[in-house]
């Protein structure tokens, strides 16, 4: 009997032995090198991360923001990555509750220096994505009413129309995914390169 149970105890070792490394090649190797090549193949641009490139050069992604600052260009939202934010490397929000006074007061700033920069009344109300950070610090969007709010600033700054800026805005408001998931956003990488263009051309 002992011999018997020593024969069977090897014998399904071995298969299991047998069976973990098949699957360990199937999970482990095969199906991500399937996936990855399927990726390459059929999304190509978002396999390798969404890159946007401008004269032949990578000027970031679609799906990290970036900092613009200058009256020239549409602003995105605030961002509390890294010390000086859009830190693609320290990717995360401010962990500062509603009831802590020194967001209510981080806030006011950015509402007042929205206003002041884009010549609002003290007390106009400001979009909250313009004053509040998302939870990743990258978020590359705004809301279509915080790009709205800057037409009038981008057009004096650039010396354009605000009806053409305002018509560019438009163009690239992006709608809900499958028009039910989210809410209207846009780029405001995009928006702004392709202020740059326009620029050019008038």
Same mark, same amino acid.
């Given at each position: 009997?002992?011999?018997?149970?020593?024969?069977?105890?090897?014998?399904?070792?071995?298969?299991?032995?047998?069976?973990?490394?098949?699957?360990?090649?199937?999970?482990?190797?095969?199906?991500?090198?399937?996936?990855?090549?399927?990726?390459?193949?059929?999304? %190509?641009?978002?396999? %390798?991360?969404?890159?946007?490139?401008?004269?032949?050069?990578?000027?970031?992604?679609?799906?990290?923001?970036?900092?613009?600052?200058?009256?020239?260009?549409?602003?995105?939202?605030?961002?509390?990555?890294?010390?000086?934010?859009?830190?693609?490397?320290?990717?995360?929000?401010?962990?500062?509750?509603?009831?802590?006074?020194?967001?209510? *007061?981080?806030?006011?700033?950015?509402?007042?220096?929205?206003? *002041? $920069?884009?010549?609002?009344?003290?007390?106009?109300?400001?979009? #909250?994505?313009?004053?509040?950070?998302?939870?990743?610090?990258?978020?590359?969007?705004?809301?279509?009413?915080? #790009?709205?709010?800057?037409?009038?600033?981008?057009?004096?700054?650039?010396?354009?129309?605000?009806?053409?800026?305002?018509?560019?805005?438009?163009?690239?408001?992006?709608?809900?995914?499958?028009?039910?998931?989210? $809410? *209207?956003?846009?780029?405001?990488?995009?928006?702004?390169?392709?202020?740059?263009?326009?620029?050019?051309?008038?």
């Amino acid at each position: 009997m002992l011999r018997k149970t020593k024969g069977f105890l090897k014998d399904y070792g071995t298969s299991c032995l047998i069976i973990f490394a098949v699957f360990a090649v199937l999970t482990g190797l095969a199906y991500p090198l399937f996936m990855t090549g399927f990726a390459q193949v059929a999304f %190509n641009n978002k396999a %390798n991360g969404s890159i946007v490139k401008q004269d032949g050069k990578s000027v970031g992604s679609e799906l990290i923001g970036q900092s613009f600052t200058g009256p020239s260009y549409f602003h995105g939202r605030p961002s509390a990555a890294g010390t000086n934010g859009y830190d693609a490397t320290a990717s995360g929000g401010s962990n500062l509750g509603p009831t802590n006074p020194k967001l209510t *007061q981080l806030i006011s700033q950015r509402a007042a220096q929205v206003r *002041q $920069e884009n010549g609002l009344a003290p007390d106009a109300k400001v979009p #909250a994505d313009l004053v509040e950070s998302s939870a990743s610090g990258l978020d590359p969007d705004i809301s279509p009413a915080s #790009a709205l709010l800057q037409v009038k600033r981008v057009a004096q700054a650039r010396n354009l129309p605000a009806a053409v800026v305002l018509e560019l805005v438009k163009g690239h408001v992006q709608d809900r995914q499958l028009s039910v998931l989210g $809410e *209207q956003r846009v780029n405001v990488l995009d928006l702004n390169m392709a202020l740059d263009r326009m620029s050019k051309q008038i």
